[in-house]
């Protein structure tokens, strides 16, 4: 991808609650057992439990059961690479990389309920990109929660980047235009928009992001470039239900995943991608704004089958 530098030890910690109920709870099952029906039964229940979604999990097991009936698997300890190759196989012809325009600004557009990290996020794609170079602009259209506007301002004087800021209350379409605007005459190379903070089931809130997208289209031809929903890694399968509904008001085109640390399970990035067609991009692995990766599917399934 060429924008973050993966630590995978930083991925491995993340995903300890789930190599725990897929590498240990796995292989305590799989070892000296020869291959049955019962025993894809169970194997189902540990891909459930990490949170791979009832989607995945079907077609998975749909094809270690056909794998098993043409005879390439008869025993147990032959399943975990099968499942890693099925699962790996998800993100074929895949693009994970954050896009970017060809003339002018590269708007990114960052929505997410609140409490998902949203702000925090948006402060580690600004450092990254910072990292690459490239100047950045920050919106702080997140108008609505208390503090969001100072607390991006603070994360702003952290990393001495500008901000466009708007009144407490103030309609955050204006300050998504009012950010545009300084991002063009500024000849800033990447306009990061923070959102009002929003629950997914608020329809009124919901169209009003919609409303941002439209007025950022209008100024900035091709914009926004990339929208980025803010997933917490630890809500399971209720961040199934947040991405179907943010994709549907604003074409969400990858998923920053955050909170990925001892709690969470990581196979919700695998249920996302079958369920939404969405591909997970980035994850948070820790407070700081160095904490984000790019996510890559080979290491990240390896970490979650992984003993310890």
């Known amino acids: 991808m060429g924008l973050f530098t993966a630590t995978i030890d930083a991925i491995r910690s993340g995903l300890s609650k789930t190599r725990h109920t897929l590498a240990g709870g796995l292989r305590s099952i799989l070892s000296g057992r020869e291959l049955d029906d019962e025993l894809i039964e169970e194997i189902e229940h540990h891909l459930i439990t990490a949170d791979v979604g009832v989607q995945t999990t079907t077609s998975t097991i749909n094809a270690l059961r056909e794998a098993h009936r043409g005879g390439e698997l008869s025993r147990g300890e032959d399943v975990l690479a099968f499942l890693k190759t099925e699962l790996k ?24 309920i609140n409490g998902a990290g949203k702000t925090t996020s948006v402060a580690k794609i600004a450092k990254s990109m910072g990292d690459e170079g490239r100047t950045v602009l920050l919106a702080a259209a997140d108008t609505f929660r208390a503090g969001a506007v100072e607390q991006l301002g603070i994360w702003a004087d952290r990393l001495g980047v500008d901000i466009v800021k708007g009144a407490a209350g103030a309609d955050p379409a204006s300050v998504a235009y009012d950010a545009t605007e300084a991002a063009v005459a500024r000849g800033v190379d990447v306009l990061v928009i923070d959102t009002a903070g929003r629950l997914h089931t608020q329809e009124p809130l919901m169209r009003q992001l919609t409303k ?19 997933l917490d890694a630890t809500a399971g399968q209720n961040a199934i239900a947040q991405a179907r509904q943010f994709k549907a008001a604003i074409e969400v085109t990858g998923i920053f995943l955050a909170k990925l640390d001892g709690t969470a399970r990581g196979g919700i990035v695998i ?38």
């Open 271 to 308: 249920a996302i991608r079958d369920e939404l067609g969405i591909p997970v991009k980035l994850v948070g692995v820790g407070e700081t704004t160095d904490d984000v990766e790019p996510f890559d599917p080979d290491p990240f399934i390896e970490a979650m089958f992984e003993e310890g």
């Open 89 to 112: 196989a998800r993100w074929r012809d895949v693009d994970r990389s954050i896009a970017r325009a060809a003339t002018g600004p590269t708007v990114i557009l960052v929505a997410g």
């Open 212 to 230: 941002i997208r439209d007025v950022v289209r209008k100024k900035i031809p091709g914009a926004p470039h990339e929208v980025l929903l803010v």
